[in-house]
T-cell receptor, first 115, second 111 residues
C-alpha cells in the first residue's frame, strides 16, 4: 500500500497562467476526491469521482477549474487563467467506497502560489 | 447547512498534561465522523472513524468518542511529538460524498 501520491508538491505560477496537478490514488480505491485548503481553514470539497465518472462538483469549482479521471485510475485537476485567490493547498483523497470502508485517505497535497 | 465547529482553536499543553478537543457537528444525519492529524505543509493523516453514538476508539495516547451532537478527542499524557493540528470531519447523509471539515485545533505540547 503506497498511499495517495500527488505531483507536483509545490507550484509557483504567474496570474493568468494555466496549471495542472496530478493525483494517483491507492491502487484498489475506486473513489477519488479533490479538496482545497487555505491557511487556518479545514479542507473544502471540490469534486468527487467514482471510477471515471465525475459524480459531484462543489459550487466552489468555477468554470476555470476542470478535473478528469480518464481511466478510473489517476486524476488531474486543471486551473485555467489562475488568480491570486487560487493560492491554496490542493489535496487529493481516495476511498474504497464499500460500506464500512468510507474513510478517505489523503495525499501530501500540492501547494499552489499564484503571483 | 451542514457545519462542523472545533474548539479550542489552539491549545498549549505541558508534556504529560492530559486534555480534550471538542468537535460539534450540525448535519442532516451522520454517516460517520472522522478525525485526522495534520502536520505543517502535509496532508491530513487518518486517525479514527466513528459511526454511532457511544462508540469509542483508541490509538496510543489518543481516544475518540462520539455522541449525537459532538465528538471528543482525548489526549492522555501527551508528548511533544503529538503537536499538530487535529481536524474533525463529518460525513453527512443525503447523497453527497463530501466530508465537511472543521477549522481544526492546533495543539502544541511543550517539553
Amino acid at each position: 500500500d503506497t498511499g495517495v501520491s500527488q505531483d507536483p508538491r509545490h507550484k509557483i505560477t504567474k496570474r493568468g497562467q494555466n496549471v495542472t496537478f496530478r493525483c494517483d490514488p491507492i491502487s484498489e480505491h475506486n473513489r477519488l476526491y479533490w479538496y482545497r485548503q487555505t491557511l487556518g481553514q479545514g479542507p473544502e470539497f471540490l469534486t468527487y469521482f467514482q471510477n471515471e465518472a465525475q459524480l459531484e462538483k462543489s459550487r466552489l469549482l468555477s468554470d476555470r477549474f476542470s478535473a478528469e479521471r480518464p481511466k478510473g485510475s489517476f486524476s488531474t485537476l486543471e486551473i485555467q487563467r489562475t488568480e491570486q485567490g487560487d493560492s491554496a493547498m490542493y489535496l487529493c483523497a481516495s476511498s474504497s467506497g464499500t460500506s464500512g470502508q468510507e474513510t478517505q485517505y489523503f495525499g501530501p497535497g500540492t501547494r499552489l502560489l499564484v503571483l | 447547512e451542514d457545519q462542523v465547529t472545533q474548539s479550542p482553536e489552539a491549545l498549549r499543553l505541558q508534556e504529560g498534561e492530559s486534555s480534550s478537543l471538542n468537535c460539534s457537528y450540525t448535519v442532516s444525519g451522520l454517516r460517520g465522523l472522522f478525525w485526522y492529524r495534520q502536520d505543517p505543509g502535509k496532508g491530513p493523516e487518518f486517525l479514527f472513524t466513528l459511526y454511532s453514538a457511544g462508540e469509542e476508539k483508541e490509538k496510543e495516547r489518543l481516544k475518540a468518542t462520539l455522541t449525537k451532537k459532538e465528538s471528543f478527542l482525548h489526549i492522555t499524557a501527551p508528548k511533544p511529538e503529538d503537536s499538530a493540528t487535529y481536524l474533525c470531519a463529518a460525513y453527512p447523509q443525503g447523497g453527497s460524498e463530501k466530508l465537511v471539515f472543521g477549522k481544526g485545533t492546533k495543539l502544541t505540547v511543550n517539553p
